[in-house]
């Protein structure tokens, strides 16, 4: 084997190496978690959401009926005992999509503001304000629902650990250190 082919080969292999570490990259928005209706896992690992959300990353959940898809920024988050997250949404004026003859048209809802919690345990619930009559609609129906979690990931994570924002003296303090420590 020749200099020149051994040089041509170690390019190639640094070409190709490139190419697929871009396609790998660990930042902006990623599906980290989805769990179904009963709270059980259908996708990724509960504990990465968990430690996005200490560390302040921005999450998105999503979710669908039998027509629709929706996915919104989570603008309040709670995580229960170290094990639960729950989202809540921002107010929306809501949307309802119509099928008329042949065409495809969405329209505003007389119910105008919406407002949805959703957990990693399949619970969620909701209501609506309808305007023009002053009344609420729904208010903590207890649903099941199946969430998507996306969490967008800094480019410069700056390696701060996710530690719980609960006092040491928590008992769920020893149980994060050990998972911590298993971890690592």
């Known amino acids: 084997m020749t200099v020149k082919n051994t040089l041509f080969e170690i390019l190639l292999v640094f070409i190709v190496l490139s190419c697929t570490t871009e396609n790998q990259s660990t930042s902006g928005w990623q599906k980290v978690y ?3 209706k009963n709270g059980q896992a259908l996708f990724g690992d509960k504990s990465k959401l968990i430690d996005a959300v200490r560390l302040g990353y921005p999450v998105r959940i999503g979710w669908g009926g039998t027509r629709v898809e929706h996915v919104t920024d989570a603008s ?6 170290g094990e639960e997250v729950f989202a809540q949404i921002r107010p929306i004026i809501g949307q309802e999509p119509r099928i008329d003859n042949d065409s495809l048209k969405i329209r505003f809802r007389k119910e105008n503001q919406w407002v949805k919690m959703a957990g990693t345990n399949g619970y969620s619930t909701g209501f609506m304000i309808n305007y023009f009559s002053d009344t609420v609609k729904g208010g903590g129906e207890d649903r099941y629902n199946s969430t998507t979690w996306y969490v967008y990931y800094p480019k410069n994570a700056n390696g701060i650990e996710p530690r719980p ?3 040491k003296e928590s008992p769920n303090w020893e149980k994060w250190k050990l998972r911590a420590s298993l971890n690592k």
């Not at 309040?76 to 005992?81: D, K, N, V």
């Open 34 to 36: 989805q769990n179904d």
């Open 76 to 81: 309040f988050l709670t995580i229960f005992q």
């Open 165 to 167: 924002l609960w006092r």
